[in-house]
């Protein structure tokens, strides 16, 4: 399925894939700006049933790497640059083994390689969220304006579903060869964790702690986030 897209800039192709329950257009806003001025073509995805791209949600990332591999050859993108945020950051990871020769480097943030000892705790708390979430009528208005003809809370229920994180794949990249950055916020002990398992994992995999931000460290300090992302890439 070719995944309804946001275009700026000319230049290298950059995918930027954003979390759950946002949008291409509504995510790495500053960072589109930042990189579409410096020689970069920036593609924001709306994944399968957020925004405007529809899609059935079982099997999900498997369903999305067929799609974003469907979305650039559409584009006639041979190979790029791609980073993902949480459902976004499983999705380029996984997108990045299945097709390493399309990928030029990898970025990914908010990703877990291996089962948390409180997994059931935090699952518990994203559907008691989630709840929260529905009873909010302001943003409710505004996922319904964001999300169009999708059921957005119906993809979001699905995330909380028992097996719905691709541990296996997440947590095999020790034959992962792209160059690639794992970016977390200091504030999200977890993931800070999990950045130190990935360099044990597989020593070619970079690792940087942004501080002062959490879980959505490119939206929390987004200066800081596309400079070390625009570092990254120079370096390859």
């Given amino acids: 399925m070719i995944l309804n897209t946001h275009i700026t800039g000319d230049g290298e ?9 946002m949008t291409g257009l509504t995510e790495y806003q500053e960072q589109s700006e930042y990189f579409s001025v410096r020689n ?17 949600l079982d099997h999900y990332f498997n ?4 799609d974003l591999s469907d979305t650039l050859e559409s584009l006639n993108v041979e190979q790029c640059h791609i980073a993902g945020v949480s459902i976004g950051g499983i999705a380029a990871l996984m997108f990045a083994k299945a097709h390493p020769g399309k990928v030029k480097s990898l ?3 908010g990703v877990l390689p291996s089962v ?5 705790e935090l699952s518990n708390e994203e559907a008691a969220s989630y709840d929260q979430l529905f009873d909010n009528q302001e943003a409710v208005t505004f996922l319904n304006d964001i999300h169009g003809d999708n059921d957005w809370k119906a993809t979001l229920q699905s995330f909380t579903a028992e097996d719905f994180y ?3 794949e997440t947590g095999d990249v020790s034959s992962l060869k792209t160059p690639t950055l794992c970016v977390v916020g200091d504030q999200q002990e977890l993931e800070v964790s999990a ?7 597989n020593q070619n995999i970079n690792i940087s702690v942004i501080p002062f931000s959490g879980h959505l460290v490119h ?3 987004p200066d800081l986030y596309s400079e070390v992302l625009h570092t990254f890439i120079k370096n390859i």
């Fill in 63 to 66: 369903r999305c790497v067929q």
């Fill in 40 to 56: 970069f073509k920036v593609i924001r995805p709306d994944l399968r049933g957020h925004g405007k791209s529809p899609g059935e």
């Fill in 116 to 120: 948390p000892v409180n997994w059931t």
């Fill in 13 to 21: 192709p950059l995918i930027l894939i954003h979390s759950g329950g």
């Fill in 219 to 221: 939206r929390e300090q």
């Fill in 195 to 201: 950045a130190l398992t990935y360099k044990q994992l």
């Fill in 166 to 168: 691709p541990f296996d």
């Fill in 107 to 109: 970025s990914f943030s």
